[in-house]
């Protein structure tokens, strides 16, 4: 905050009193102020850069909220909520994250904290396809190369055929759908285009959730 600015909210706190842009009056106000900030504002002022009478007006009661980093529990409520607003506002039917996906985002340091955890998901849930699993390739490259959590996720055995059949069903999802979308959505056509049999169709529109 500019020191000038800092000057008018001491008089605002001490005085109780504010003047509206264009008026010369003074109105009574009884408000409670909340103030929030990512840096050691007691640092701060014993510094110069920021007025220590102040800064003893606005620490009568102070809470310290741990950064994102030092809370990793709560990064799976949190993530789930954002994915959720972002559903509502994309209009997308995404079915939760894939397994791993949560221990990336739990291993990651976050040094933006929840903003840049609410950017991540939304990133996310823009580049998944409808009705899928946010997955592992569906995040920034600075979480999927993130230390040796990722590494560990990605070298296990049953993850990496996991993800490999992901791939595979994902491809063949939207192959078929396409097909099914070129001929107004008749399977019998369908299957004559894709080359296989009508059965074999069926079975896979089953299987892959095809909703068609």
Not at 70 to 84: G, M, V
Not at 113 to 123: A, F, H, K, M
Not at 164 to 182: C, K, N, P
């Amino acid at each position: 905050m500019p020191s000038d600015a800092q000057v008018h909210l001491l008089r605002v706190l001490q005085e109780r009193k504010v003047q509206r842009l264009g008026e010369y009056n003074l109105r009574d106000v009884d408000v409670r102020v909340i103030a929030m900030t990512n840096r050691n504002l007691e640092r701060e002022a014993n510094e110069g850069r920021f007025r220590s009478d102040l800064y003893y007006r606005l620490s009568e009661f102070t809470i310290h909220i741990p950064l994102l980093r030092e809370r990793a529990d709560d990064i799976p409520i949190l993530a789930e909520h954002f994915l959720e607003e972002a559903k509502k506002e994309m209009k997308k039917n995404i079915n939760g994250f894939a397994q791993g996906v949560m221990e990336m985002l739990q291993s990651y340091s976050w040094p933006g904290n929840i903003r840049e955890l609410r950017n991540e998901i939304r990133r996310s849930s823009a580049l998944v396809e409808d009705g899928m699993q946010i997955q592992a390739y569906n995040l920034s490259n600075k979480i999927t190369n993130n230390g040796s959590l990722t590494d560990e996720v990605i070298s296990d055995t049953y993850n990496m055929q996991q993800r490999y059949r992901d791939v595979l069903d994902d491809f063949e999802r939207r192959y078929i759908m396409q097909a099914l979308q070129t001929v107004n959505g008749n399977r019998l056509q369908a299957a004559k285009l894709l080359g296989i049999e009508r059965k074999s169709l069926y079975e896979k529109i089953k299987r892959l959730n095809i909703d068609k």
